[in-house]
């Protein structure tokens, strides 16, 4: 590899690289969010790791089968689910380049995220309502927070949703509001994932015990 040197009007030397050769668009991009997400992977197991732990301490308070509603986590379950296929159709008509149908798909999957988060509220306010504060027991400190921390990142996930949806309608489907889009199905779709480890280890497994 050679280095050169050449010197600029102002007197002071250039470096650059003789042989630099260009690096593809994106490709840093897609690097800096895989790494992102493997980072996300651990906060989540360190916070599934601490419900295991801490999640049978009730401290003579409130256990899961005296909060959990099963069919109102079975509604909310089917919301986020719901959003990540209508995410898949949007990244299709992405694909084909028809803008109006992009957006259509991607306003679909916002409105099931707000009702995810919304029933999701509606939980967490009926509990506290009831006296089970994250404060009662080691359970419910962990459980608010391992599920509290996934709704933060869904309610982030909504934000950049609009955003993107904002960026896409000012400026079309160029190839950066694509990237932006195919590393938010990523994000969105490891939520999912996440979410269906919650929805098993907190609430099917806490019904059982």
């Given at each position: ?204 497994m806490g019904m059982l015990r």
């Open positions: 590899m050679t280095i050169s040197v050449k010197p600029q009007q102002t007197g002071e030397p250039l470096f650059y690289l003789a042989d630099e050769h260009p690096h593809p668009e994106g490709w840093s991009t897609s690097l800096g969010f895989w790494i992102y997400l493997m980072s996300d992977c651990l906060i989540f197991a360190i916070l599934f790791a601490t419900y295991g732990v801490l999640g049978a301490n009730y401290a003579a308070g409130p256990a899961p089968k005296d909060l959990f509603d099963l069919n109102l986590v079975a509604i909310n379950t089917s919301m986020l689910l719901l959003s990540s296929i209508t995410y898949g159709f949007a990244m299709l008509t992405m694909q084909q380049g028809r803008i109006k149908a992009t957006q259509a798909w991607l306003a679909i999957t916002g409105l099931f995220g707000l009702a995810f988060i919304g029933i999701e509220l509606t939980e967490f306010a009926h509990m506290i309502h009831e006296g089970a504060t994250p404060q009662r027991s080691a359970f419910l400190s962990s459980f608010f927070t391992l599920v509290g921390t996934h709704g933060l990142h869904v309610s982030f996930g909504l934000i950049w949703l609009v955003t993107l949806m904002i960026q896409v309608w000012r400026f079309g489907l160029i190839e950066a509001n694509q990237r932006r889009l195919m590393c938010l199905s990523m994000f969105w779709h490891f939520l999912d994932v996440v979410w269906i480890g919650v929805f098993t280890f907190v609430y099917l």
